[in-house]
């Protein structure tokens, strides 16, 4: 076995993953996808009804782009905010059917475990230089594939955090799932009759909260027996939760938290804080909910939009150094630590930040941020791009990292209190912060 002819494994076919297989054919390397469902970005595609807050110019990654305008592709209107299903449709399914990425893309594909061929997690020997073996579930059949190197870009939607307080589901919450949907239904579309006329609570204070929010108003416009309260964690509603406003430099991010306030002030939902929820139990169809001597009861639906996590079983024989509470590399969780950064934004990181301990291996994409939430697509972009250099041995391309997003307006941060993401520090300035 040739290691140097090995392919490199990229794991999930959404926006970085396929713009991890870019960059590698932009550096003759040879890429092989593996994607979990059936369809090029899978889980982009359980959330296509939602309208991204970010318009085009940030969700197109620039590799990308050149291989398909190569193949006659035109460019979206830069300055127009696309859905989940447009982002497939007019960006990630036409590269995805490019020929030279076609060929190595693997649907119904489910990376199960990762290890070295012949090693376990605890031999040293020979380890950088020892193919990866990835172990694929496909329909009706395992198999295995050899790597010379893999990039984890299978994110983390399906693997949403529970409704429980304490990280694990609250008690009753796995009996009453059938009436609990985990993320952004299509409360306007296919789940139109789920929620219309009924009592519904949202759990969760961030962008999801907001759209499942907003979407519901508009439902009980239409529908008016629908009932809905919003319940969050935090004990108090600051200026910070409702976002930047107009101070962000994402518009529609900005309008996002503004009309839910509006609606808060004017009583279209109940707002309920400092509810962190310990049971849930089920009474002729309704739930209700416990947080200590507080209870909430009556619901015929509940919505979590409480985030995500990363899961991490398909990894347990690679050597991982991640924060022991973001769940992100090491280096990268002080600057996205949402209890201690807000903001929107974030310093830029690529292959040395990404790292692990195994040699050849990265977490990219949203994964790579553990449970920390805002991410945006455009930081995955930057991190393929640094990761794939560092692989091929250009480590000064690697370490060249540039990433300049949007400002969110509202900033709190370990490196300097209050502020509003404005200057960008040098690598060299974040390796002193650290």
């Keep these: 076995m040739d290691f140097a002819q090995l392919p490199v494994a990229v794991i999930g076919s959404g926006p970085v993953g396929l713009a991890a297989a870019a960059h590698l054919l932009a550096r003759n390397e040879t890429p092989i996808i593996f994607e979990a469902g059936s369809r090029v970005a899978d889980s982009v595609q359980r959330w296509g009804h939602v309208r991204l807050f970010s318009a085009w110019e940030f969700n197109i990654d620039p590799v990308a782009e050149q291989l398909l305008i190569g193949a006659g592709w035109q460019t979206p209107n830069l300055a127009e905010f696309p859905t989940g299903a447009e982002l497939v449709r007019d960006y990630l399914q036409p590269l995805a059917q490019l020929p030279q990425i076609q060929l190595h893309l693997k649907f119904n594909s489910k990376v ?13 020997a020979g380890r950088a230089t020892t193919p990866f073996v990835l172990t694929i579930e496909t329909v009706g059949a395992t198999h295995q594939i050899y790597a010379k ?53 949202v759990v969760g204070s961030g962008h999801s909260a907001f759209n499942a929010l907003l979407d519901l108003a508009e439902l009980a416009e239409q529908a008016p027996e629908t009932s809905v309260t919003w319940i969050m964690r935090r004990g108090q509603v ?83 150094d991640l924060d022991a509470a973001v769940e992100s590399p090491r280096v990268l969780a002080p600057l996205i630590d949402p209890n201690e950064h807000s903001c929107g934004t974030v310093r830029p990181h690529g292959a040395e930040e990404l790292q692990q301990p195994e040699p050849n291996f990265y977490i990219v994409g949203m994964k790579s941020y553990g449970r920390a939430p805002t991410f945006l697509m455009r930081t995955g972009y930057e991190q393929v791009r640094s990761v794939v250099a560092a692989l091929v041995g250009d480590w000064q391309a690697a370490r060249e990292v540039q990433l300049v997003l949007p400002e969110t307006g509202v900033c709190k941060t370990q490196f300097g209190g209050e502020a509003c993401c404005g200057t960008t520090p040098t690598r060299s300035e974040i390796l002193l912060q650290l």
């Excluded at 199960?112 to 040293?124: C, E, P, S, Y």
């Excluded at 009759?193 to 519904?200: D, H, I, K, L, Q």
């Excluded at 089920?282 to 015929?300: I, P, S, Y």
């Design 112 to 124: 199960v475990a990762i290890t070295r061929l012949g090693l376990d997690k605890l031999k040293n």
């Design 149 to 201: 190197a893999v990039i984890d870009a299978s994110g983390t939607y399906r693997n949403p955090n529970p409704l429980g307080v304490a990280g694990v589901p609250a008690l009753g919450e796995t009996a009453a799932n059938n009436q609990i949907y985990y993320g952004i239904p299509d409360i306007l579309g296919n789940d139109r009759a789920r929620y219309a006329n009924r009592s519904v609570a």
């Design 238 to 320: 600051d200026a910070a939760l409702y976002g930047g406003g107009a101070n962000d430099q994402l518009v529609q991010r900005g309008l996002l938290g503004g009309r839910v306030e509006q609606l808060v002030a004017s009583g279209r939902f109940k707002l309920v804080t400092g509810f962190g929820i310990e049971r849930i139990t089920q009474a002729e169809g309704k739930l209700d909910l416990q947080a200590g001597e507080r209870q909430l009861t009556g619901f015929d639906q509940l919505i979590a939009t409480t985030g995500f996590r990363p899961d991490l079983s398909m990894l347990s024989e690679i050597r991982l």
